[in-house]
Nanobody
Framework: QVELVESGGGLVQPGGSLRLACAAS????????MAWYRRVLGGDRELVAK???????NYADSAKGRFTISMDNAKTTAYLQMTSLRPEDTADYYC??????????????WGQGTQVSVSS
């Protein structure tokens, strides 16, 4: 089994910063990609940022220049550094990872989500 554990959400004032972390554990052979999605109340889930095992990254237009996604050297933990936060960044943030295990092959896994609130 594979588990994704997210951390780092919370309440921050506009203009502030937060760093989210997502750690993969279990029968991981290779983490191919890790990404953060977010969903505002009543809205659809949208991609925020994605990082590939080789280092390539993709960002939503709303995240470019403010958010940075990265992976640790072990390639099992992803970080989303968020700066210049805005009230419209308030959402539930979900980590997802495409992970190869010997038993399942490459499968997409999801974390439970962490809440980010940007408010004065």
């Amino acid at each position: 089994q594979v588990e994704l554990v997210e951390s780092g959400g919370g309440l921050v004032q506009p203009g502030g910063s937060l760093r989210l972390a997502c750690a993969a554990s279990g029968t991981v052979v290779v983490v191919n990609t890790m990404a953060w999605y977010r969903r505002v109340l009543g809205g659809d889930r949208e991609l925020v940022a994605k990082v590939y095992n080789g280092g390539k990254t993709n960002y939503a237009d709303s995240a470019k220049g403010r958010f940075t996604i990265s992976m640790d050297n072990a390639k099992t933990t992803a970080y989303l550094q968020m700066t210049s936060l805005r009230p419209e960044d308030t959402a539930d943030y979900y980590c997802t990872a495409n992970i190869y295990t010997w038993r399942e092959g490459s499968v997409d896994y999801w974390g439970q989500g962490t809440q980010v609130s940007v408010s004065s």
